[in-house]
């Protein structure tokens, strides 16, 4: 079974600053796809950024970026330029390349403090 | 944003009582998820569908069934409602293995 473990329950970050939300994961798969996903106060579930593993480079999406490093399977997702509108819970989540089921995290929660 | 949507968005049941909830897609993707999202676990899969009529069930699939009879409708049934099914429901679809697009959840509570 693949386990995804996001150790950092709540962070807070300053607007205009950078934050860095950790995620690490357990799998022997060698093909898979790593996610990060966002949650605000309406509970939408929103794409934040995706890596497939066989890409060494990392993803990145205007102020999202990942840094991605395979051999310690781990996962971590830098928001640059904090805004008040990046207030959200983020699931880091996980899938293997020929499965069909997403192993979500527990979720980080982060605030964006004016 | 993708067009998925559930209904109900909110419903207060009473245990022992059926309950079907619906996910409706306007994509024509081939894969529909439902999950459960609870406090401290995240997202976990109940069932999923890989195409109408074909389904297959996920890590929390029990006390629950799933229906596709279309490519657009998958529905989710709680056959006698109980109190560890209240939770927050979200449908997700994708069009091949990879990323899913989620549907805005549907807040069940049983009492």
């Not at chain 1, 995706?50 to 781990?74: D, G, P």
């Not at chain 1, 499965?99 to 527990?106: C, D, E, I, P």
């Amino acid at each position: 079974a693949q386990t995804v473990t996001q150790s950092q329950p709540e962070m807070s970050v300053q607007e205009a600053e950078t934050v860095t939300l950790s995620c690490t994961y357990d799998t022997s798969e060698n093909n898979y796809y790593l996610f990060w996903y966002k949650q605000p106060p309406s509970r939408q579930m929103i794409l934040v950024i995706r890596q497939e593993a066989y890409k060494q480079q990392n993803a990145t999406e205007n102020r999202f970026s990942v840094n991605f490093q395979k051999a310690a399977k781990s996962f971590s997702l830098k928001i640059s330029d904090s805004q008040l509108g990046d207030t959200a819970m983020y699931f880091c989540a996980f899938m293997k390349h020929d499965g069909n089921q997403f192993y979500f995290g527990t979720g980080t929660s982060l605030t964006v403090i004016p | 944003d993708a067009g998925i949507t559930q209904s109900p968005r909110h419903k207060v049941t009473e245990t022992g009582t059926p309950v079907t909830l619906r996910c409706h897609q306007t994509e024509n993707h081939r894969y529909m998820y439902w999950y459960r999202q609870d406090p401290g676990h995240g997202l976990r899969l109940i069932h999923y569908s890989y195409g109408v009529k074909d389904t297959d069930k996920g890590e929390v699939s029990d006390g629950y069934s799933v229906s596709r009879s279309k490519t657009e409708d998958f529905l989710l049934t709680l056959e006698s409602a109980t109190s560890s099914q209240t939770s927050v429901y979200f449908c997700a679809i994708s069009e091949r293995l990879e990323t899913q697009y989620f549907g805005p959840g549907t807040r069940l509570l049983v009492l």
